[in-house]
């Protein structure tokens, strides 16, 4: 068994929509914020559905099954793919670095972001223009959001990195494929006075979020590589220090070496890999004892790989 195909575990969110009901997984709950499709998070596990080892949760999996992964010296899966459908907006808010993170028993944070699709207004906050810790709390006491968060406007097809310690948000109207780190711990800064189903207002960790945060802001500059193969093109969106992340735009056959294990989701079209099924909105990943990587597409697909370092 070369390919095992994972199960999605639906997250509800405040802030999450329709969208990923509607154009991925007729199964999900309305308000499904995220979509966690590749993931051994405790938070959220998911689950094999095919083969030998159905019924198996990848986190289990990946640590009774190493040689199936050559990941040496890890205690976890470390990396978790998700979509996010952001139908209102995102709290402002930053991830710690894996220093920080291990008060908190965890993983850093970092992680990127492939925009799927957005509406014409769409935008993301994007890290802040504090130069200083000193100011930085000063817009912060301030609510002084305008002048404290950059914004970009983004489309479909733009690939943002985000690191640990960098102030961002998703905004509504955008839906996402992120790949991070494993770890579900976020530090809330604003959250724009929302009231939950409870009745109550989100906890904000200030002291926490300005822990966290990178000052002055540092951004990520790689420039994307791409390789045509036939009539296929396969584009590195960045290589990273936690990760590797290609999108694959396949017309026809393609066969390439697979020197590790890698992720994959399929955000269009269906066809076989490595003699499985897939279409749109599956999530597998081609084990490292698979020497090679076999995709024969039945209509033009569209997917994004990741490999974990």
């Known amino acids: 068994m070369s390919v095992i195909f994972l199960k999605p575990q639906f997250k509800y969110r405040i802030w999450g929509g329709n969208k990923l009901k509607e154009d991925y997984y007729s199964i999900a709950p309305d308000k499904t914020g995220e979509a966690w499709l590749i993931s051994g998070h405790q938070n959220g596990s ?3 559905i095919n083969g030998q080892y159905r019924g198996s949760l ?51 944070k970092t992680e990127c972001w492939y925009i799927i699709s957005a509406t ?6 994007y890290g802040h223009n504090a130069l200083t810790k000193e100011d930085f709390i000063t817009k912060v006491k301030n609510k002084d959001w305008e002048n404290l968060l950059r914004r970009r406007k983004v489309k479909a097809g733009d690939f943002y990195y985000l690191p640990a310690g960098m102030v961002h948000a998703i905004n509504k109207g955008v839906v996402i494929l992120e790949v991070q780190q494993s770890a579900d711990l976020t530090f809330r800064l604003y959250d724009y006075e929302r ?51 290609e999108k694959w735009d ?3 056959q393609i066969k390439t070496e697979n020197n590790h294990y890698t992720l994959m989701v399929f955000l269009e079209g269906s066809g076989t ?5 897939y279409q749109k909105g599956d999530a597998c990943i081609v084990l490292s004892d698979a020497k090679e990587i076999e995709i024969i597409p039945e209509e033009k697909t569209l997917l994004i790989s990741a490999n974990s370092k």
């Open 46 to 48: 998911t689950e094999i």
């Open 58 to 108: 990848l986190k289990d999996f990946y640590l009774t099954n190493p040689n199936l992964f050559n990941d040496e010296n890890k205690d976890q899966f470390p990396l978790l793919v998700k979509l996010i459908d952001a139908a209102d907006n995102l709290s402002v808010q930053v991830h710690p670095d894996d220093k920080m993170a291990l008060e908190y028993h965890s993983l850093g």
């Open 120 to 125: 014409d207004e769409a935008e993301i906050i």
């Open 195 to 245: 009231i939950d189903k409870d009745g109550k207002k989100r906890e904000l960790h200030l002291a926490e979020a300005i822990a966290a945060t990178t000052f002055p802001q540092q951004e990520y500059h790689f420039q994307k590589a791409s390789k045509k193969i036939n009539s296929n093109l396969i584009t590195t969106l960045t290589d990273a220090k936690y990760f590797k992340v």
């Open 250 to 252: 396949l017309k026809e």
């Open 273 to 277: 890999i490595n003699n499985e099924y």
